[in-house]
């Protein structure tokens, strides 16, 4: 018995330092969980099943020589096993492939089979399968005594690592908050108090190259307002470990590497929280025609600026609401004669999602401007 309790407290200590180390994704922690579990028995496959909504029970996490298959496998609600599980009670299988209580359509792969609930203070929050091959001799009583110890201990571990993701996420949210209302408080009162020193200027007689400056300047600072109350909503809303980067960041991307062609960073601004208004459609397509249009004034334009406005309050000529991309630039303007087939690309994309593209003349008549929309 030494031998197994050793082994037993080796896989408690792994799991129970992965799961805690602060550089351990949570993703991982069920992987672990089987990977542990299986060495610790000497088990053909270690397989960690969690509650669906229907009140069955998921493969989610594989630990196996040949995995495929395995995950996404249910234990339905009705199967045998599933009410002394989550009841907290383990089920001990001499053989899989005939015992009639294994309905999963996994069974027939495997021989001897014990499936042990994780629970930790009274709460199942999954169970732990750990089957043997066909042929294979069945689980000793000292086996199913440190897999059952084991499967405790894990899942309390699996607590314990859930509650200090939620501590730091916490954590998260406060210096999101914090950073949020110094933003609201400060810099926006600032830019303010800024804009309103320079429109009492103007009133001032002052050159024209003077007056035209402080004008300018005051839309800048508009813009940047509305930059900063973009960044504002994007802080105060809850962050995702898993969620890929947000169309805001997509188009910084893109205008950064288009920065390298034009020989100058084109000018940015967010009109409303674009992360969160825009569906990933027509965010996927809106990125495509960015580039695109991007890549056009790289290649014909001969611009000296390039402005990208992206607006997720557009209405849509229908009253729907939608995105616009505005791209406009001072080159030379687009040709009445001569390929379009970029520009006709841009128009189907749009169609496509019950939007529109249209081009034309940019500010003061000079170089082009692209408008891109489409449906939220």
């Known amino acids: 018995m030494a031998e197994p309790l050793a082994r037993l407290l080796d896989a408690v200590g792994s799991v129970t330092s992965a799961l805690l180390a602060d550089e351990q994704p949570g993703d991982d922690a069920l992987d672990v969980v089987a990977e542990q579990a299986r060495a610790l028995v000497g088990a053909d496959a270690g397989l960690v099943l969690l509650p669906t909504v229907e009140g069955g029970l998921e493969v989610v996490a594989v630990s196996a020589e040949q995995p495929a298959g395995l995950v996404g496998t249910v234990l339905e609600a009705d199967s045998p096993p599933v009410a002394p599980l989550m009841a907290g009670e383990p089920v001990f299988v001499e053989d899989a492939a005939s015992d009639d209580r294994m309905t999963m359509a996994i069974a027939p792969r495997f021989g001897a089979c014990m499936i042990l609930p994780l629970q930790s203070s009274g709460h199942v929050m999954g169970a732990l399968a750990l ?57 926006i009162q600032r830019l303010f108090a800024t804009g309103l020193m320079l429109q009492g200027a103007r009133r001032k007689a002052l050159p024209p190259d003077a007056e035209e400056g402080i004008a300018h300047a005051v839309e800048e600072l508009d813009a940047t307002i509305q930059e900063v109350r973009t960044a504002i ?144």
């Open 131 to 187: 089957p043997r091959a066909h042929g294979v001799p069945g689980f000793t009583e000292d086996e199913r005594f440190v897999a059952t110890q084991f499967a405790a201990q894990a899942a309390l571990a699996l607590l314990l690592a859930g509650a200090q993701r939620d501590r730091n996420r916490l954590a998260v949210y406060e210096e999101r908050d914090r950073i949020a209302r110094d933003l609201h408080d400060l810099v």
């Open 233 to 376: 909503f994007a802080l105060q809303q809850e962050p995702r470990d898993d969620a890929p980067a947000g169309l805001r960041a997509q188009v910084l991307r893109e205008t950064g590497s288009a920065a390298r062609g034009l020989g100058f960073p084109p000018s940015v601004r967010f009109v409303g929280p674009v992360d969160h208004r825009v569906g990933a459609l027509s965010a996927r397509n809106l990125v495509a025609a960015l580039r695109e249009a991007l890549s056009n004034v790289q290649r014909h334009a001969g611009a000296t600026w390039v402005e990208v406005v992206l607006d997720a309050t557009a209405v849509l000529s229908d009253g729907r609401e939608g995105v616009r991309l505005i791209v406009s630039d001072d080159g030379v303007g687009i040709p009445e004669t001569g390929r379009r087939s970029g520009l006709r690309n841009l128009a189907r994309r749009a169609e496509s999602l019950g939007g529109e593209s249209i081009f034309g003349p940019g500010p003061d008549g000079k170089g082009t401007t692209l408008a891109w929309e489409a449906p939220l």
